[in-house]
Nanobody, 117 residues
């Protein structure tokens, strides 16, 4: 079992920055693909970024060049650095861990990001 706890969301103006954190209850980076999803009201859930056990990263086109996913193995924590934020980035952001093989998913509770002037 894995527990994920997100933090770092908040209210920012367009062009601002936030760093989201996802703390895992144990070290899982060697066996799980880590990702960030977001969902805005009335919209479908969107995969924002992923990082594999090997360190490969992928980003949605809408955030490429602005967001960076990273991890700190010593702290069992995954980060999403969000720069040049736009109102369209407003959503609840969820951390996700995917266990390769069985196909299990673990989800954090979500953290709200609001970008508005």
């Amino acid at each position: 079992q894995v527990q994920l706890v997100e933090s770092g969301g908040g209210f920012v103006q367009p062009g601002g920055s936030l760093r989201l954190s996802c703390a895992a209850s144990r070290n899982i980076f060697g066996t799980h693909v880590m990702g960030w999803y977001r969902q805005a009201p009335g919209k479908e859930r969107e995969l924002v970024a992923t990082i594999t056990s090997g360190g490969s990263t992928n980003y949605a086109d809408s955030v490429k060049g602005r967001f960076t996913i990273s991890r700190d193995n010593a702290k069992n924590t995954v980060y999403l650095q969000m720069n040049s934020l736009k109102p369209e980035d407003t959503a609840v952001y969820h951390c996700n861990a995917f266990l390769v093989g069985p196909g299990w998913h673990y989800w954090g509770q979500g953290t709200q990001v609001t970008v508005s002037s």
